[in-house]
C-alpha cells in the first residue's frame, strides 16, 4: 500500500491565488451651478478630489482618504443647507470611493459599516435605485464580501450592480466590463474555474474595444486569465497571459505599483508549479519589496506573497522557513480578516503540512483542526474526532482540502503511531464528510467544464477513500467497509455524465411544461453550435483578436448566461425538479446483484498509483481483489493495445497473458458458470480490449495457427459500461422501455455516404480545415484527405443494404440511406423513430478538443445549408432518441481524451446521454471489409438472440475460425457498451 506521508501531499498542495479586482477612479463630474456663497466651498471640495484622486493613483491611500473626507465634509454641509439631488449624488459617490480606498488597505469593516452602507442607505434615499453611484456601491459591497470570503453574498451585490449599469450604460461599457471580472472573480473563487474564463473574456473583448490593446484593464484581465490557466494546470498559457499582463502595467505605471507586485507575486506562482522554485522566490521577493514600499509591512497582499513563499519552501522541505512565512502571513490575515476567511484556513493548513512532512503529527493535527474553525463560522472544535457542518462554509474548495489532509493524517496516526481503531475510523467517515462535499460542489458548478476538473482534482480523494476502507476490511472483516470502498470507486466513474442523465430524467418527472423543455433545448442547441463554431476556429488557428473570433465569444457568453438564468428560473418555478435534478446516489451492490442474471458478473475496476482494485459482483458473491502494480503494468498494457493495432504477434501473445493474470485469473474462482462478463474499466483500461487477453501462455517458438489460441473471449460474452451506477440506470430504463413498447416505432436506420471516388465526393472548402488526417491505410475506415477527397468505403454500401434486407425479411421497417442521401440533416430528422440506428462512414478522433471528434455524413454542394455535414460530439448530446442499439461503424468511434474522473471522452458518451441503451463502437482504426463482414454478421445474430454481447462474441468467434482474420486487430477492435 502507498505510505500517505509520502504520496499524497503532493495532491494537497493546491494554493490560492489572488485575483487582482480592477476599479475604476472617480469620473470626474462638471462643476454644478451653487449659490454663490457656496462656490468657494465647491472648488475646494473638487481641488481635494483631485488630490484623493493623486494619492490613490500612487497607492498612498491614507493621504488619498484624508482630502476625500474633507471633500465630504464640505458636501455634507451643502447637502443640509440645499437639499439638493446633485449635492448628494456628490457626497454618496465621494463616501463611495472612501470606502473604496480603505478596501484596498484591508480595512473592511470599517469601509462597509462607516461608509459603503451609509452611502447606499442615503443613495437609494435622495437618488433613487437607478442611478450609476449605486451601482458603483453594489460593486465595492460585492468585492468586499468577496474579499472576506463571503462569495455567493458577493455574487448577489456584483449582478445588482451589473444589471443596472448594463440598463443605465448599454453593454458596451468599461464600467459593465468591471462587473464581468468582479463576477468572474467569485466563480474563481468558488473554482468554477470555466464560468470565470467566461465573464474574464467577455470582459477582455469589451475593455480591448473601448479602451485599446494597452490599457491597464486590459492588462489585469490578461491577469485573472492567465490564473484560470495556472489552476487548471496550463503553466505556459499561464506564464504568456501574465507577462502579457505585466508588460501593460510597467508601461503604465512603472515598477513601483501595487498591481505590478500582485503579477510579480502570480508569476512566481507560476514558476513555482512548473518546479522553477529559484524563479518563483526571485518574483515573490520583487513583490515583498514593492508591497511594503508602497503599503507598508502589514497589507493582505503582502500575507498573500508570504503564504506563497512559505509553501514554495515547503517544497524545497525547508521547513523552519516554510513556517516562518507562513506565520507572518497568518498574522497579517488574523489582523485583517478576523477569525474566519479562507485564506487564513489555507495558510494554517499549509502549516499543518510542514509539521505533517516533519511527523510531528501532534502540531499538524491542531493546524488542520483550526484550518475548519477558520471555514465554518460559529464551529469552534479542537476535538478531532468531529467534523463540522458541510452545508455553509466559507469556500467549498478549501474545506474540501482541509478534510482530505484531515483524513489522511488521521490514517497516518493510525498506521505510524496510535494503532488506535477510532482514528482510522474516523479517517473514514471524514472521506465520508469529504465525499458528500464534491457532491455538492459538482452540482453547484455551472460550467460542465468545471464539474470535469473538479472530478479530476478529486480523484486522489476517492483513492485514499478506497485505501483507508479496505483497511477497516481487513482489520474488521466487515463486509460495510468492503461495500463502502466500492462506493468510493463509483464516484470516480463519470460523475458529470450520469448527473446529466439524472437531470434529464429528473425533467421528465417534474411536470415541467413542454413549452419550457422545448424552450430549453432550443437554447442548448444554439449555444453549442456556438460553442463548436468557435472551437473550429481556435483549432484552426484563428488568432483570439480577430473580429469573428470576438463575435463567437460575445454570442456564446450572452446564451450561456441566458441559459444559466433559465434553469435558475426552472429549478426555482419547480421545486419537485430541484429535489430530484440535485438527489444523486451511485449503484448499492444489493441494487446491482438483483439485476445480473444467474450466470453474469459485473467487474468494476479501480487503477491506483500502486494497486488495481477489481469489485467483482455477481448475483450472490461481492468481493473485492487487490492487485499490486509492478513497474510494468502501464507499460505492459500500452504495449499490448499497440501489439494487437500493429499486428506484433510476440509482443501481443507476451503482454495479453500477463494482463490477463493480473486483472482476470484472480477472479476465477468467482467465474466457474459465468458466461457473460460486464467490464467497467478506469484509467488506462478503457483502452483494452478485454475480449482479446490470451487465457495461457503461448510457448516460444508454438503460435501455430491463430485461431486456436486461447482467447477470453472464446469462453464468455464481454461488454462495457462506463460506471456500475451507469448500468443499473440503463438497465432500470430498458425495464422501463419494455413495459410500455412503443408500437409506432421502427426497427432499423442505416447511413452510408460511401463517399463514392468521383467528383459528388469533393470536399467542401468549408470543412477541409475540421478533418484530422489518421491514417493513410485505403481500406481503413479513417479520414485520409488525398488532394479534397475522402477514401471511398466500398464496403459500406453493402453492409447497409444486406442489413436493410435482413430486418424486411422479418417484416420490420427498414430504410438505408446511402450516398448524397446519407447526409447530416436526414440523419437528425429521422434517427428518433428507430430502435437500431446504424452509421457506416469516417469518423474524426479528436484527443485534445474531445467535443470536436465527429461522424462523416455526405457533403453537401449547398453552402447555405444549416449543417456542415459532420455530426460532433457536442452535437449528439441534442439528439432526441429512443435507440436500443446504436452501431457506430467507424474508425475510433470509441476513443477521446482520457480524463480522470469521467472515463473516455469519446462519442459514445452524447449517444448514451440522448436515449440510446446500447452503442458499439470502435477501439481503432478498423477495415473496411472486415468491419462489413462483422456488421452483417452481428446484426444477422442480434435480430435472433436479442443480446447484443452473445451475438457481438459469436460474429468475432466466426472471424476468428478464418486464420486471414483470427488476430485481434480484425475483430477485437469493436465493443459493446451497455447489457
Not at 488521521?410 to 481503531?421: C, E, G
Request: glycine fraction near 4%.
Amino acid at each position: 500500500m502507498d505510505d500517505p506521508a509520502q504520496n499524497t501531499y503532493n495532491i494537497l498542495k493546491n494554493r490560492i491565488y489572488f485575483l487582482f479586482i480592477f476599479l475604476g477612479l472617480c469620473h470626474s463630474n462638471p462643476i454644478m451651478a451653487f449659490p454663490d456663497n457656496s462656490k468657494s466651498d465647491t472648488l475646494q471640495a473638487n481641488i481635494y478630489c483631485q488630490m484623493a484622486d493623486q494619492f490613490a493613483q500612487q497607492t498612498v491611500f491614507d493621504s488619498s482618504i484624508y482630502y476625500m473626507e474633507k471633500a465630504a465634509d464640505i458636501y455634507k454641509r451643502l447637502c443640509d443647507r440645499y437639499d439638493e439631488s446633485y449635492l448628494w449624488a456628490k457626497y454618496v459617490h465621494i463616501m463611495n470611493r472612501i470606502g473604496d480606498n480603505m478596501r484596498f488597505q484591508g480595512k473592511y469593516d470599517e469601509a462597509m459599516d462607516n461608509y459603503l452602507k451609509q452611502a447606499l442607505h442615503i443613495g437609494l434615499d435622495k437618488l433613487g435605485e437607478d442611478d450609476p453611484v449605486i451601482a458603483r456601491i453594489y460593486n465595492n459591497m460585492g468585492i468586499i464580501y468577496s474579499s472576506k470570503g463571503y462569495y455567493d453574498k458577493s455574487l448577489e451585490y456584483h449582478e445588482k450592480a451589473l444589471s443596472l449599469k448594463i440598463k443605465v450604460l448599454g453593454e458596451l461599457n468599461s464600467s459593465v466590463a468591471i462587473s464581468y471580472v468582479n463576477i468572474g472573480n467569485n466563480y474563481w473563487f468558488k473554482s468554477d474555474y470555466d464560468k470565470a474564463l467566461e465573464y474574464y473574456t467577455n470582459a477582455l473583448n469589451v475593455q480591448k474595444e473601448i479602451l485599446g490593446e494597452n490599457h491597464v484593464a486590459v492588462g489585469n484581465c490578461y491577469n485573472n486569465i492567465g490564473m484560470i490557466y495556472g489552476a487548471k494546470g496550463d503553466h505556459e498559457k499561464s506564464l504568456h497571459y501574465f507577462l502579457k499582463a505585466l508588460e501593460i502595467k510597467q508601461s503604465a505605471w512603472g515598477e513601483n505599483h501595487l498591481s505590478v507586485a500582485i503579477t510579480y507575486n502570480n508569476i512566481g506562482l507560476i514558476y513555482e508549479l512548473m518546479g522553477a522554485c529559484d524563479n518563483a522566490l526571485l518574483y515573490f521577493k520583487k513583490a515583498e519589496a514593492v508591497i511594503i514600499q508602497l503599503m507598508g509591512d502589514n497589507h493582505p497582499e503582502l500575507a498573500n506573497v508570504y503564504q506563497h513563499v512559505g509553501n514554495t519552501y515547503i517544497n524545497l522541505e525547508n521547513y523552519s522557513l516554510a513556517l516562518e512565512y507562513l506565520t507572518k502571513a497568518l498574522a497579517i490575515q488574523e489582523q485583517k480578516y478576523g477569525e474566519y476567511h479562507p485564506f487564513i484556513a489555507n495558510t494554517i493548513r499549509l502549516m499543518g503540512e510542514a509539521y505533517f512532512r516533519q511527523r510531528d503529527f501532534l502540531m499538524a493535527m491542531e493546524c488542520t483542526q483550526h484550518a475548519l474553525n477558520a471555514l465554518v463560522p460559529k464551529y469552534d472544535r479542537t476535538d478531532v474526532y468531529h467534523n463540522p457542518d458541510i452545508s455553509n462554509p466559507l469556500s467549498d474548495l478549501e474545506l474540501m482540502k482541509a478534510l482530505h489532509q484531515k483524513a489522511i493524517l488521521l490514517h497516518s496516526i493510525y498506521k505510524l503511531q496510535s494503532h488506535n481503531s477510532k482514528d482510522i475510523e474516523m479517517s473514514l467517515a471524514t472521506f465520508q464528510v469529504v465525499v458528500e462535499l464534491i457532491d455538492h460542489m459538482r452540482t453547484s458548478y455551472k460550467a460542465e467544464g468545471s464539474k470535469i476538473f473538479l472530478g479530476e482534482q478529486a480523484q486522489q480523494i476517492y483513492a485514499d477513500a478506497i485505501q483507508v476502507a479496505m483497511s477497516l476490511y481487513r482489520i474488521t472483516g466487515n463486509d460495510e467497509y468492503k461495500e463502502q470502498a466500492f462506493q468510493f470507486c463509483e464516484k470516480t466513474k463519470s460523475g458529470v455524465l450520469l448527473n446529466s442523465l439524472h437531470d434529464a430524467q429528473s425533467r421528465q418527472f417534474a411536470e415541467i411544461p413542454d413549452s419550457l423543455l422545448e424552450k430549453e433545448k432550443e437554447l442548448k442547441i444554439e449555444l453549442t453550435f456556438n460553442k463548436t463554431q468557435r472551437q473550429l476556429l481556435i483549432e484552426n488557428g484563428m488568432v483570439p483578436d480577430s473580429l469573428k473570433l470576438k463575435k463567437l465569444d460575445a454570442a456564446c457568453f450572452a446564451l450561456s448566461t441566458e441559459y444559466d438564468s433559465f434553469i435558475e428560473y426552472i429549478e426555482t418555478s419547480y421545486p419537485k425538479y430541484y429535489r430530484l435534478k440535485y438527489q444523486t446516489k451511485v449503484a448499492a451492490v444489493e441494487e446491482l446483484q438483483t439485476m445480473l442474471s444467474v450466470h453474469t458478473a459485473l467487474v468494476d475496476y479501480f487503477v491506483a498509483d500502486s494497486v488495481v482494485y477489481n469489485f467483482v459482483i455477481s448475483r450472490d458473491t461481492f468481493d473485492v481483489i487487490v492487485m499490486k502494480k509492478d513497474t510494468n503494468f502501464l507499460q505492459m498494457t500500452e504495449n499490448c493495445v499497440t501489439a494487437i493495432r500493429k499486428v506484433e504477434v510476440e509482443q501481443y501473445a507476451e503482454t495479453s497473458f500477463y494482463l490477463y493474470q493480473k486483472l482476470i485469473e484472480p477472479m476465477n474462482c468467482y467465474l466457474d458458470s459465468i458466461t457473460t462478463l460486464i467490464i467497467i474499466p478506469h484509467d488506462i483500461l478503457y483502452t483494452l480490449p478485454f475480449e482479446a487477453l490470451l487465457t495461457k501462455q503461448v510457448q516460444d517458438g508454438k503460435k501455430g495457427s491463430l485461431t486456436h489460441l486461447n482467447y477470453l473471449i472464446n469462453s464468455v460474452n464481454i461488454s462495457y459500461n462506463y460506471s456500475s451506477t451507469l448500468y443499473m440506470y440503463c438497465m432500470k430504463e430498458m425495464q422501463g422501455a419494455n413495459s410500455s413498447v412503443n408500437v409506432n416505432q421502427r426497427a432499423f436506420i442505416g447511413f452510408a455516404p460511401v463517399f463514392q471516388n468521383d467528383e459528388k465526393s469533393n470536399i467542401q472548402p468549408r470543412n477541409l480545415a475540421d478533418l484530422k488526417v489518421l491514417g493513410n491505410d485505403s481500406d481503413n475506415r479513417a479520414i485520409d484527405i488525398n488532394g479534397k477527397r475522402y477514401h471511398e468505403l466500398t464496403y459500406s454500401e453493402a453492409e447497409v443494404r444486406e442489413i436493410v434486407r435482413l430486418f424486411e425479411n422479418r417484416h420490420q421497417q427498414a430504410h438505408g440511406y446511402l450516398h448524397d442521401e446519407a447526409s447530416e440533416g436526414n440523419f437528425k430528422s429521422n434517427v428518433g423513430l428507430y430502435r437500431y440506428i446504424h452509421i457506416a462512414t469516417h469518423g474524426i478522433m479528436n484527443e485534445t478538443t474531445p467535443r470536436l471528434s465527429g461522424l462523416i455524413f455526405s457533403q453537401l454542394a449547398d453552402t447555405n445549408s444549416t449543417e456542415d455535414g459532420i455530426l460532433y460530439a457536442c452535437e449528439t448530446y441534442n439528439l432526441d432518441l429512443n435507440a436500443d442499439l446504436v452501431v457506430l461503424s467507424s474508425c475510433e468511434s470509441g476513443i477521446g481524451k482520457l480524463v480522470k474522473g469521467e472515463g473516455m471522452m469519446a462519442l459514445t458518451r452524447g449517444f448514451l446521454y440522448s436515449g440510446a441503451a446500447n452503442v458499439v463502437v470502435s477501439l481503432w482504426k478498423v477495415s473496411d471489409k472486415q468491419t462489413s463482414q462483422l456488421m452483417i454478421d452481428f446484426y444477422r445474430r442480434a435480430i435472433n438472440l436479442s443480446n447484443y454481447a452473445e451475438a457481438l462474441r459469436a460474429a468475432k468467434l466466426k472471424m476468428i475460425d478464418n486464420e486471414a482474420t483470427a488476430f485481434p486487430k480484425s475483430w477485437s477492435s469493436f465493443v459493446l457498451i451497455g447489457r
